[in-house]
């Protein structure tokens, strides 16, 4: 075993696992445009690492553990032991989370699409050049030829 009962390990296995269940849904998404699937799927990433605190009472009469979890889990277990002033702040981290992470989707979509838009205007560059090389314009060579049989 790496280390035995350390939480470095168990944060470290949760953000493993965590990218296994991104990949999975994104190839998912595989139906849906490139938009709403790196939105959706960054929002699902916000709320899997928004991390939060929590307070756990312990056996030991006032004593308690506090500690470090996914703001998902702690707002489940708040919403379960219907504890309002845990699962208040738990669920805005949640919601915040997905925010960012949808803001980020958002924001490699716009530079795929940047970068896809200037790889156009270079081909068609190259080819207006290539056009211009061979003595034909760019609207002769895209006029509509008829098939020929035979």
Do not use: C
């Amino acid at each position: 075993m790496l280390i035995s009962d350390s939480m470095s390990t168990l944060w470290l296995i949760y953000g493993a696992l965590s990218l296994v269940v991104l990949l999975a849904g994104y190839l998912g998404l595989a139906f849906l445009p490139r938009l709403p699937r790196l939105v959706l799927t960054w929002a699902v990433a916000g709320v899997m690492w928004m991390p939060s605190m929590f307070e756990l009472p312990l056996i030991e009469e006032g004593q308690v553990y506090s500690g470090q979890a996914p703001a998902i889990m702690v707002a489940a277990v708040a919403f379960m032991d219907g504890n309002n002033g845990v699962l208040v702040p738990a669920a805005t981290r949640v919601i915040v989370g997905a925010a960012i992470g949808a803001l980020f989707g958002l924001a490699l979509w716009w530079s795929g699409r940047r970068r896809r838009l200037r790889k156009a205007e270079a081909a068609a560059a190259a080819r207006d050049q290539d056009a211009e090389a061979h003595g034909t314009s760019r609207e002769e060579g895209r006029e509509r030829q008829e098939p020929v049989l035979g």
